[in-house]
């Protein structure tokens, strides 16, 4: 990975600059001064004081929607006097845009605002995530990352000579749950600090809550690992966010997961007795065994179902050089997607219901990702070929949905099968496509607007 030098300089001399940026309130774009190309969105929390060094939390984005990034966090860092950036110019790809987006935003910052160099963390959602942690890992000067949705860039994995906290945030529906599950054993058997924290969703942002929870957590580690003075007000607020989950819950499960992450970040640093009781309590009760149970048993499932997929995406890769008659057919796709189907919705147990949920995610993201490998601009005939292939599996899985069918139905246009891309644009549009103004403007489709039945398509 190429080297993140503006950031590396930086922290050397943090001088700041006259600003007038508004405090406690969030600033949707602010340009970079050496680079006007580049913008960011930006929170200051109202305590921010330039005299006093703050932390600060670099938000990276998949898809570019810098404002989302910093409101998420942002009823926590007004709390916990967090300064947050988040670039417009960083979403999934190639990572050389990522470092340029991250060096001029950066320098932006740090010219502007007192920041503390001990105290500077990543945080991320999905690809986002992945480039927190290898940002972390690339430097010396993290002092910790919130991963949501997604774990570290494969195929690397972590060991216990990186020294960066490492907070893991992901919905019980999230496609990434496996991955974060099996993460976090990765994580514990090289004695990472760490927790992962498990939200209800799926592959998404975190809730606001459940991001405020990420930030004390960080607070109270940062406490202890410095051994600096311990925060009570911070544990109180920590200790009030987990009660209140408990006392507004009659799920023994979630109590369970509640009181773990109250011991293990507690424990030996604060009197946790009574929470341990609970905790062990709780770990022999009948429900809780039963649901552990279920867990481990849906993530083998799970596990199973992955690899049985990706084989046959990687067989599909192959498929110019052994033929198609090494590839499961159309009736193979819809009966996994029937079986899934009624796991979802006549699952043994709620783990096996999420499992298959998960799974159907996990199918039809990856199928998209591997139509993305193949279509980009300069694709020949072979890679588009592939790329309608592993779209065609999309659209199994997500049938009533009009999104597969348009991106298909523009991939017929590139190639020259212009019935076949007005057909599948008929089924986008029957599945519920209305965005006529995106359509128009859509350069995929300009070879065949000109015809009348395209032009039918659209309401007058």
């Known amino acids: 990975m190429k080297k993140i030098m503006v950031f590396f300089l930086l922290l050397q ?40 060094p703050s932390p600060i939390l670099y938000i990276f984005e998949p898809a570019a929607r810098a404002k989302l990034g910093v409101e998420v966090f942002q009823k926590a860092a007004e709390k916990y006097g967090y300064i947050l950036v988040c670039s417009y110019n960083s979403r999934n790809g190639r990572i050389e845009p990522i470092i340029e987006a991250f060096n001029a935003v950066s320098k932006d910052v740090s010219d502007q605002f007192s920041i503390d160099p001990k105290r500077i963390y990543m945080a991320g959602f999905s690809g986002g995530a992945r480039v927190a942690a290898q940002f972390a890992m690339e430097s010396e000067v993290v002092a910790g990352v919130i991963a949501c949705g997604a774990g570290f860039p494969s195929p690397i994995l972590p060991d216990k000579h990186y020294d960066f906290l490492y907070m893991g945030l992901v919905g019980n529906r999230d496609m990434n749950f496996l991955e974060m599950q099996k993460l976090e054993k990765n994580l514990q058997k090289h004695k990472f600090r760490e927790e992962l924290m498990v939200f209800e969703g799926g592959h998404q942002w975190a809730d606001t809550a459940t991001v405020e929870r990420a930030l004390q957590w960080l607070e109270l580690q ?17 200790i009030e966010v987990h009660q209140n989950i408990i006392d507004h819950t009659d799920d023994d499960f979630e109590k369970y997961e509640v009181y773990q992450i109250l011991v293990q970040t507690l424990e030996g640093w604060k009197e946790t007795e009574t929470f341990q009781a609970e905790l062990q309590r709780l770990k022999g009760a009948e429900t809780v065994k039963t649901r552990l149970e279920n867990r481990r048993l849906a993530l083998e499932k799970e596990a199973q179902w992955q690899k049985k997929f990706l084989d046959e995406f990687k067989a599909i890769g192959l498929s110019p050089y052994k033929g198609d008659s090494t590839l499961k057919n159309a009736a193979w796709w819809k009966r996994e997607v029937r079986q899934l189907q009624k796991l979802m919705e006549e699952g043994a147990n709620v783990e096996e219901k999420w499992m298959a949920e998960r799974v159907m995610d996990f199918a039809w993201r990856n199928a998209y990702i591997q139509h993305n490998q193949n279509s980009h601009p300069e694709a020949m005939s072979v890679e588009l070929e592939l790329a309608r292939k592993y779209l065609e599996i999309w659209t199994h899985f997500q049938a009533d949905q009009p999104a597969p069918f348009y991106v298909l139905s523009k991939l017929y246009v590139r190639l020259n099968s212009p019935k076949k891309a007005i057909k599948t644009m008929e089924q986008a549009i029957e599945n519920g496509f209305e965005n006529w103004d995106y359509l128009e403007k859509d350069q995929g489709f300009d070879a065949i607007r000109g015809m009348k039945k395209f032009r039918e398509l659209v309401p007058k």
């Open 13 to 52: 001399a943090l001088t700041t600059i006259a600003q007038n940026h508004p405090k406690g309130e969030l600033i949707e774009t602010v340009y970079c001064s050496a680079d006007t190309s580049q913008t960011y969105a930006l929170f200051l929390p109202s305590n921010y004081n330039k005299n006093q």
């Open 222 to 238: 940062k406490m202890k690992v410095k051994k600096t003075e311990l925060k009570e007000e911070t544990v109180r607020d920590f």
